[in-house]
């Protein structure tokens, strides 16, 4: 088996994603070597991406320069993100071949704006779709209640799709019925579904960081039991994920399924997101060593790609321990840890987070081109 560990988990079916995306890496040959070197098979996008590309350097200020009159500044950053994505999209065309459809995308996602509004979803979905026009594009589409509903509309149109901000199990289960009932809508009108894709973007880290600040209250408020809730820290992240792909496991073997995967459906594979490390407490790559099995995703920052190639250690870790994943949820509720409240409020926290971000990118994009075209 080859030295380099990210090919190592290739080998062990988990997709290494790029969780980075800008111009200069497109252009320069980096993100190439990554796809050569170290099998990095697809990229993923977002707000917060692009506002940090935007604000770096002038790697795109000759576009600005050339296409901002008469530009509103969402009308800018859909161009310039749409050129962006395009180029990664066919720098990943050959992996996209090589698997058959079944690898080599890169995502872009839906605006902030629409997370609530299933009808404004789909509808953006299609242009960002339409404008970038490459078979491996897959459109980022909230994890929310409306956001199940955008999915399987798009699905049932055709539309790749990358379901993201999901943290609850329940959550993740109505996305994959989403994506079950849009290919059956497919199939009901004739119409092929062998060619579509779509993963579920599971978040991790964020979750021990939140979980770990409840359980360090409940620490101080018990001090008799703050060595068994100081225990738990840094385990609910993992254990959820897990779980999921439990869920994953059982509802992509089930009748339903074997239904739909004879017309030849793809599953729809977990996809971890938020793998880099927040405490530095602990392992660096700890997102990545607990989490690796068949047919997964990982979207990794560049830090933790390099941190992984150093020192990342590869087995099958995802499924291997789901009687501690079930302990585990069951002592955070005998310590008064209210899971369901925690996901739930992670998904309000990302959305507005995914908010502020644009907001700060479009202004900045605003500032940028008034004192780039005089």
């Known amino acids: 088996m080859t030295d380099n560990r990210l090919r190592q988990l290739h080998a062990a079916g988990q997709s290494v994603w790029l969780d980075y995306i800008d111009r ?3 252009q320069n040959g980096d993100l190439q ?3 050569d070197n170290d099998a990095v098979m697809g990229m993923t996008s977002n707000p917060s ?6 604000s770096e350097g002038g790697a ?3 576009q600005i320069q050339r296409v901002a009159d008469g530009r509103t500044p ?3 950053f859909e161009l310039i993100e749409t050129d962006d994505v395009r180029t990664a999209c066919d720098l990943f065309a050959p992996t996209f071949r090589a698997t058959g459809g079944a690898d080599g995308f890169v995502s872009i996602e839906v605006s902030p704006g629409v997370a609530n509004d299933a009808a404004a979803t789909v ?3 299609h242009r960002l779709w339409e404008t970038v026009a490459r078979p491996n594009l897959m459109v980022k589409v909230p994890g929310t209640t409306e956001g199940a509903s955008a999915v399987r509309e798009l699905i049932a149109d055709g539309v790749n799709v990358n379901i993201t901000l999901l943290f609850a199990v329940a959550a993740h289960a109505s996305v994959i019925d989403a994506y079950m009932e849009g290919l059956e809508t497919r199939l009901a009108k004739g119409m092929p579904v062998s060619g579509l894709s779509s993963v579920a973007s599971f978040f991790v880290s964020r979750v021990d960081t939140e979980v770990d600040k409840r359980l360090d209250r409940a620490a101080a408020a018990a001090p008799d039991q703050a060595s068994w809730l100081n225990g738990l820290r840094g385990r609910a992240a993992v254990a959820n994920a897990r779980l999921a792909y439990r869920l ?5 073997t089930s009748r339903r399924w074997e239904a739909l995967s004879r017309h030849g459906a793809q599953v729809q594979r977990p996809l971890w997101a938020s793998t880099s490390t927040k405490n530095p407490a602990y392992r660096d790559v700890l997102y990545v060593e607990e989490l690796i099995g068949p047919h997964t995703v990982n979207t990794i920052p560049p830090a933790t790609i390099d941190a992984f190639r150093d020192h990342g250690v590869v087995e099958r870790t995802v499924d291997a321990h789901y009687a501690d994943a079930d302990a585990c949820m069951a002592d955070l509720e005998r310590a008064g840890i209210d ?8 998904l309000r926290d990302g959305l507005a987070s995914f908010q502020k971000s644009f907001d700060r990118l479009l202004a900045g994009l605003e500032h940028k081109t008034a004192a780039l075209v005089r």
């Open 339 to 346: 899971f369901a409240d925690v996901t739930a409020g992670l």
């Open 74 to 76: 969402m009308e800018l």
């Open 123 to 125: 509808i953006e979905a």
């Open 60 to 62: 795109y200020d000759e």
């Open 49 to 54: 991406i692009f506002e940090k590309a935007l």
């Open 248 to 252: 994953f496991q059982k509802r992509f």
């Open 24 to 26: 200069t890496i497109l």
């Open 33 to 35: 070597r990554l796809i």
